[in-house]
T-cell receptor, first 116, second 112 residues
């Protein structure tokens, strides 16, 4: 059974810092990995999607890397801003084979607070 | 472009009352559809998924049911709500192939 762990559970940083959020998964047979952002009381917003054959994806100040063999992904946020404050979730989609139907397994999330 | 709509945004229901949450997707066909629940302080739990009209798979035994009467419509229901059904319910869709998931804005359900 796939298990996804996110470290740290919470992170508080001053504005302008570069930061790294970590995600690890126990079963390396994944199809892809997706990073989401969730604001309080809101739905999930997709940030980055990394296919299993890719090493990294970038969008603006965000960069996500994937090391499938070691079961790790990191989300790098450059020059953090107060508007980045949210919960960040990583989720893995199992390999396309079998009867998984692409059901995501989520980590518990990292609560990020960026203070001015 | 594809969009997903979920309603209502907030719902307060008494114990024992019925429930119907609706989710619709626009701009795509034959999506895979999912219902997740997020309890306070806990992660997301997959409740149901559907790969086609009338095809529903349940992930956990519970007081809820799901239906997919049309290709882009997914409904979460209950005949009699329990206090433990309170939570944040999220609908999601994924297209065929290697694409990612897109989530709706969620429904906050409070059973009193």
């Amino acid at each position: 059974k796939q298990e996804v762990t996110q470290i740290p559970a919470a992170l508080s940083v001053p504005e302008g810092e570069n930061l790294v959020l970590n995600c690890s998964f126990t079963d390396s047979a994944i199809y892809n990995l997706q990073w989401f952002r969730q604001d309080p009381g809101k739905g999930l917003t997709s940030l980055l999607l990394i296919q299993s054959s890719q090493r990294e994806q970038t969008s603006g100040r965000l960069n996500a890397s994937l090391d499938k063999s070691s079961g790790r992904s990191t989300l790098y946020i450059a020059a953090s801003q107060p508007g980045d404050s949210a919960t960040y979730l990583c989720a893995v989609r199992p390999d396309a084979g079998g009867t998984s139907y692409g059901k995501l397994t989520f980590g518990q999330g990292t609560i990020l607070t960026v203070h001015p | 472009s594809q969009t997903i709509h979920q309603w209502p945004a907030t719902l307060v229901q008494p114990v024992g009352s019925p429930l119907s949450l609706e989710c619709t997707v626009e701009g795509t066909s034959n999506p895979n559809l999912y219902w997740y629940r997020q309890a306070a302080g806990r992660g997301l739990q997959l409740l149901f998924y559907s790969v086609g009209i009338g095809q529903i798979s349940s992930e956990v035994p519970q007081n809820l049911s799901a239906s997919r009467p049309q290709d882009r419509q997914f409904i979460l229901s209950s005949k009699k709500l329990l206090l433990s059904d309170s939570g944040f319910y999220l609908c999601a869709w994924r297209g065929q192939g290697a694409g990612g998931y897109t989530f709706g804005s969620g429904t906050r359900l409070t059973v009193v």
